[in-house]
Structures are given as structure tokens and as C-alpha cells.
T-cell receptor
Framework: DVKVTQSSRYLVKRTGEKVFLECVQD?????MFWYRQDPGLGLRLIYF???????EKGDIPEGYSVSREKKERFSLILESASTNQTSMYLC????????????FGQGTRLTVV | KQEVTQIPAALSVPEGENLVLNCSFT??????LQWFRQDPGKGLTSLLL???SQREQTSGRLNASLDKSSGRSTLYIAASQPGDSATYLC???????????WGAGTKLIIKP
């Protein structure tokens, strides 16, 4: 059974903290993605990566960075968390040549207080 | 810029009814369209993927149609069950090498 696993289901952090969201996939996929999901807005792409150490900005990269040191792991970093980053964060992976056939993790609900 | 809209945002129907969920998109130049299901705490699961050259796809009680010229897709659920309760999202891809563009979803509740 294929899996994309996000390290936390729920997180509560304080404003200004550095926050790490971790995602691991076991399907040997080249592509990995980080989205945020807010009510009424659907999913918005933050960053994606098509290879180790490679990253591309999505639609809303401001306030975020990412790290992909190993093929199976893609980390989302909030350098200084703010309340407007309270959201559901979803990680996904897909094969290189079938980029839209994505598999998703269970999501991390982050609350910044 | 491609925009994807799903109306209504929420829908509640009695068990056993057939129902249709709607998805519209502004640019007909798409590579494919997908319907996903989202359950609380379980992430998203792809239900059906329709390539731009196809008109429909079927899986069990689900049937998805695509009309590129009118910028519309529908997800038909036959004989609805309480287990169908979830949020259903529609997403389009402009081309094979690009990310998905998402609708906001329709929250479906099937009443026993």
C-alpha cells in the first residue's frame, strides 16, 4: 500500500517560532508537493520539488521555504510563524512523468497563536 | 488564468438518492481533470481522472463527465450511502508538466 506520511496531524505553535513540517513517501516518486488548504479557497501550491535538492516556487511561497535532501523526504519550513499561516497543510508525491497523478498525506492542521 | 469553481459548497441528501456534483473551469485548454475525495484526517484520494480527449470515466457507483467546450465536469453518484459523506474536490491540469489547479470543494452529507 502506497504511503505519504506527514509527521504530525495537529500542531500548535507560537508566533515567531520556526516550524518544520515533515513529509515522507515510500513510492520512489520524483515529484513532491506542499499545499495549504483554507476554507473556500481550495488547495494552493506553496512549493514543489522534482528531484533531490531541486525546488520550485508555487503560487504562494512567501513566508515558507523547503528542503529536499533525500528523495523520499520533503520538508516545509516556516521561518517565523505568523497567525495567517494557520491552515491545513497537505503533502503529495507523484511520478515524474505522471505529475498530476498525485498521492496525498493525511494533512497537518497547524494553528499559530 | 485558470479558475476552478465548485457549486454548491455543501450538499445534504437522503440516503439512496442519485446526485450530481458540479465543477466548472474558465479555460478549456486542459490536459486532464480529476475528482478527489477528502475525508477528515485521511488526506485526499483520487477517484477518477479524465484525460482531455475523453468524455467520461466510471468507477463503481461513480461516473465523471467532461465537457471541455463548456468548461464543465460533473460527478454523478448513484444510490448514495452514508459512507459517501466527504468533501469532493475537482482539479484541472493545464498540461502534463504542471501542477493541479483546485476547486474549493463540495461538502457532501448523506443522511441515513
Amino acid at each position: 500500500d502506497v504511503k505519504v506520511t506527514q509527521s504530525s496531524r495537529y500542531l500548535v505553535k507560537r508566533t515567531g517560532e520556526k516550524v518544520f513540517l515533515e513529509c515522507v513517501q515510500d513510492m520512489d516518486h520524483e515529484n513532491m508537493f506542499w499545499y495549504r488548504q483554507d476554507p473556500g479557497l481550495g488547495l494552493r501550491l506553496i512549493y514543489f520539488s522534482y528531484d533531490v535538492k531541486m525546488k520550485e516556487k508555487g503560487d504562494i511561497p512567501e513566508g515558507y521555504s523547503v528542503s529536499r535532501e533525500k528523495k523520499e523526504r520533503f520538508s516545509l519550513i516556516l521561518e517565523s510563524a505568523s497567525t495567517n499561516q494557520t491552515s491545513m497543510y497537505l503533502c503529495a508525491s507523484s511520478p515524474l512523468v505522471r505529475v498530476t497523478e498525485a498521492f496525498f498525506g493525511q494533512g497537518t492542521r497547524l494553528t499559530v497563536v | 488564468k485558470q479558475e476552478v469553481t465548485q457549486i454548491p459548497a455543501a450538499l445534504s441528501v437522503p440516503e439512496g438518492e442519485n446526485l450530481v456534483l458540479n465543477c466548472s473551469f474558465t479555460d478549456s485548454a486542459i490536459y486532464n481533470l480529476q475528482w478527489f475525495r477528502q475525508d477528515p484526517g485521511k488526506g485526499l484520494t483520487s477517484l477518477l481522472l479524465i484525460q482531455s480527449s475523453q468524455r467520461e470515466q466510471t468507477s463503481g457507483r461513480l461516473n465523471a463527465s467532461l465537457d471541455k467546450s463548456s468548461g464543465r465536469s460533473t460527478l454523478y453518484i448513484a444510490a448514495s450511502q452514508p459512507g459517501d459523506s466527504a468533501t469532493y474536490l475537482c482539479a484541472v491540469s493545464p498540461d502534463s508538466n504542471y501542477q493541479l489547479i483546485w476547486g474549493a470543494g463540495t461538502k457532501l452529507i448523506i443522511k441515513p
